[in-house]
């Protein structure tokens, strides 16, 4: 557990590579990123309420309340890991901390929706490119004969007004399927150009798909109309909800995997997709 004593260390020494000062959670981004760099790199804690200077602005009781629950709920969206949050007191001021474990190498990198890797390199955030969503992977197999490129149909909730991390739970599945290394071509439905009736081309999609993905965060009823078309259609599914949705009776008894972030979702799907692709090209090749 984190002491008032090691967090007057901190304040003391001021921003260095596993220190971090932050007046405010007004940008949701920002905390990510620090968050996701700390994990990257060799752990650190972030002080809320603190200025750059290392002078204590801090919170009302309340307020302090809302950033620890506001920066709970960006860790469990980017963190593979638990970590821990709190309210302390410094500086006859109220503060909110998060202390960031380096996460084991198996469950890494974290990345960002934009593909980027934040590493932490003294005391700043340094974005590392990592491979572009768009590319896809070979289509050579072994003894350079051409694998067979297959369609994954994605389904999944568009409403990311609602929820502004179904951005990176999309951006996850691209980078599994370049992790997995297998010739997916990745199709949803609002990416799609042209003039068409949605329904009829959900349809179209999924008929001429051999994967179908359907994540069903949010319980989307679009999702679950596009899952039953799947299933009467013979596809092969890969069914995914974040921890703590509710699933509909006639759907909980499918394989479902949860993730409790997009960094879990990527981890997950790798070998999934693998060997859906051995399972579907065999049909096909």
Request: glycine share 6%; net charge negative; proline share 2%.
């Given at each position: 557990m984190t002491t008032q004593n090691e967090l007057e260390t901190l304040l003391r020494q001021g921003e260095s590579g596993k220190a971090e000062f932050k007046r405010s959670a007004d940008n949701p981004e920002a905390i990510a990123r620090?968050?996701?760099?700390?994990?990257?790199?060799?752990?650190?804690?972030?002080l809320i309420g603190v200025n750059d200077d290392g002078s204590v602005d801090g919170f009302s009781d309340e307020g302090a309340e809302w950033v620890k629950a506001k920066v709970e709920s960006i860790a469990q969206r980017v963190l593979p890991v638990p970590i821990e949050v709190g309210i302390e007191n410094l500086q006859n001021r109220t503060i909110v901390f998060a202390r960031v474990p380096r996460i084991p190498s198996y469950l890494g990198p974290v990345t960002s929706a934009r593909g980027f890797t934040p590493i932490r390199k003294g005391d700043t955030v340094v974005d590392q490119e990592?491979?572009?969503?768009?590319?896809?992977?070979?289509?050579?197999?072994a003894g350079g004969h051409a694998r067979t490129e297959l369609t994954l149909f994605v389904a999944m909730s568009f409403r990311e007004e609602l929820e502004p991390a179904?951005?990176?739970?999309?951006?996850?599945?691209?980078?599994?399927?370049?992790?997995?290394?297998?010739?997916?071509?990745?199709v949803r439905i609002d990416l799609?150009?042209?003039?068409?009736?949605?329904?009829?081309?959900?349809?179209?999609?999924?008929?001429?798909a051999q994967v179908v993905l359907t994540d069903l965060t949010l319980s989307p009823s679009n999702v679950y109309f596009e899952l039953g078309y799947?299933?009467?259609r013979g596809k092969r599914i890969i069914q995914t909800a974040r921890k703590g949705t509710a699933l509909e009776f006639d759907i909980r008894n499918w394989?479902?995997?949860?993730?409790?972030?997009?960094?879990?979702?990527?981890?997950?799907?790798v070998d999934e997709l693998r060997i859906a692709y051995g399972e579907v090209s065999k049909s096909v090749g």
């Open positions: 620090v968050l996701a760099a700390f994990a990257n790199t060799e752990g650190g804690v972030l990592t491979s572009q969503y768009s590319s896809l992977p070979s289509v050579v197999g179904l951005v990176d739970y999309f951006a996850a599945i691209k980078r599994s399927v370049e992790k997995s290394e297998v010739p997916f071509n990745v799609v150009e042209g003039d068409y009736e949605i329904s009829q081309r959900v349809m179209d999609e999924i008929d001429k799947a299933r009467g394989r479902t995997i949860f993730y409790r972030n997009a960094t879990e979702l990527e981890h997950r799907l």
